[in-house]
């Protein structure tokens, strides 16, 4: 006989996610993964040697129903940036670069979610989310445990993950109009060489190649527009995937690549726009405004799931400065077009100088939202990291979820045993045959 609970698998993924101290990451395979690519021993030294905590050896636990939670938020937001009167209402505070109006969808937006007691939050979308590749190199050297009634959430095997990552780029060309075959991409970064990503730039500059797409690696400064096109050197350049974190290409070492992109003489992605529409952090607060989501026409059902799902968020206004400081505790300060951790602040960790200085730029205030953890084995000490969700989507389909692994205010890559961590679905359903809620349960693991 099966049992169907939400609840069960709610409970057993906090259960393993406490007790399971498996070691998930198998670094032989990882290595054999890594040495088989170009530049394999290079690649190896950077992932492994040069970012000791850029992958985590543990997986994280989610249950099913959380994760579907999860898909009906970011399709209820989906539904919200599709209508005319919200894309009016944001893009008429986004800058200019993003009021052009392109084809292209943008590549791997990443939707960060926390999991608290009552279910998942959602914290943020970013336009231009690290970390794809990196999470299919780990399902490549997933360890599974035989006892465990889990599975590791990947849709499909790894070759059908790189095609769909490789169709959407060729999707992405298509929409622009274009019908030959897109031949040349630049992955572009201001000083790429010296980014933390670094090593995700190779591995996509190889699943380019692999399909007969070259690929090169550059900063802003090395494009050049001329004769109607965008070059790099002597290549003509058909796709810019874009890693840039000035999102509007505002910067002077950008005015090239915003020619071209504004001429349309080369597909962006992301684009401008994309950023606008779905990661200025100024649109969390509209999307958590029951008022204002009534006056652009969403409907009830996806208010209310809106409402439920997205941690609350208010911009910051001098004329409010009062209240936030009594409610600080409560809140996490985030710069409006801000990206990552950089410049963001828990409202518990503020002091009142740095306090004033967000009160004369573009903020928004969320309410703090704890993130879950994962304890894991390190040496003989039993440690506990904090923990987020980051869901990879086109075209508002999940592409693949990971994990990020951390201690500290925010998401980082300076922790020992965090880093991204692969994802393992605990189901609703399961075979009382297999006890797993005995007193020892935790040894499925």
């Not at 006892?147 to 095609?163: A, G």
């Amino acid at each position: 006989m099966t049992v169907f609970d939400n609840h069960l698998g709610l409970q057993r993924a906090e259960q393993l996610n406490q007790d399971c101290h498996c070691v998930s990451l198998n670094r032989q395979q990882l290595r054999k993964e890594l040495l088989a690519q170009p530049d394999g021993e290079v690649l190896y030294q950077m992932v492994v040697e040069d970012r000791p905590h850029f992958i985590s050896d543990v997986a994280v636990f989610v249950a099913e129903s959380s994760l579907q939670k999860q898909r009906d938020i970011i399709a209820a937001i989906e539904r919200v940036i599709a209508m005319p009167t919200y894309q009016q209402r944001v893009l008429a505070y986004a800058p200019k670069s993003a009021r052009f109006h392109p084809k292209a969808r943008g590549v791997f937006l990443g939707y960060d979610f926390h999991l608290d007691e009552s279910g998942p939050r959602l914290i943020e979308i970013n336009s231009n989310a690290g970390g794809a590749l990196i999470n299919l190199l780990l399902s490549k050297a997933h360890n599974t445990c035989d006892n465990c009634p889990c599975q590791l959430n990947f849709p499909s095997s790894t070759s059908t993950v790189e095609q769909t990552f490789i169709n959407m780029f060729q999707a992405e060309w298509r929409l622009e109009g274009h019908l030959q075959a897109l031949r040349t991409i630049a992955i572009v970064d201001e000083q790429p060489q010296q980014q933390y990503m670094l090593p995700e730039f190779l591995l996509f500059q190889n699943l380019f190649a692999k399909h007969q797409i070259n690929a090169v690696i550059c900063d802003p400064a090395e494009l050049t527009y001329r004769e109607g096109k965008l070059w790099h050197g002597e290549t003509v350049i058909d796709l810019v995937y874009n890693r840039l974190t000035d999102f509007a290409l505002e910067q002077p070492q950008q005015q090239t690549l915003l020619d071209a992109y504004l001429a349309g003489a080369v597909t962006v992605t992301p684009h401008p726009q994309n950023h606008a529409l779905y990661a200025d952090k100024r649109n969390l607060a509209l999307l958590t405004d029951p008022e204002a989501l009534q006056a652009i026409g969403v409907d009830t059902a996806t208010q209310a799931i809106l409402l439920d799902g997205i941690a609350k968020t208010i911009l910051v206004n001098q004329d409010d400065a009062e209240s936030l400081w009594q409610q600080r505790k409560q809140l996490f300060f985030k710069p409006a077009k801000g990206y990552g951790s950089k410049a963001a602040y828990r409202g518990d960790k503020l002091t009142k100088r740095v306090f004033n200085e967000i009160l004369q730029k573009d903020y928004v205030a969320q309410t703090l939202v704890q993130p879950s953890e994962r304890q894991l084995q390190l040496g003989n000490q039993a440690i506990e990291l904090k923990l987020d969700l980051r869901n990879y989507v086109y075209h508002g389909q999940i592409q693949s979820t990971c994990a990020r692994l951390y201690q500290g205010q925010t998401t980082n890559f300076r922790t020992p045993g965090g880093g991204f961590a692969q994802v393992i679905v605990v189901p609703e359903t399961i075979e009382p045959t297999k006890a797993m809620f005995t007193e020892n349960s935790h040894k499925f693991c």
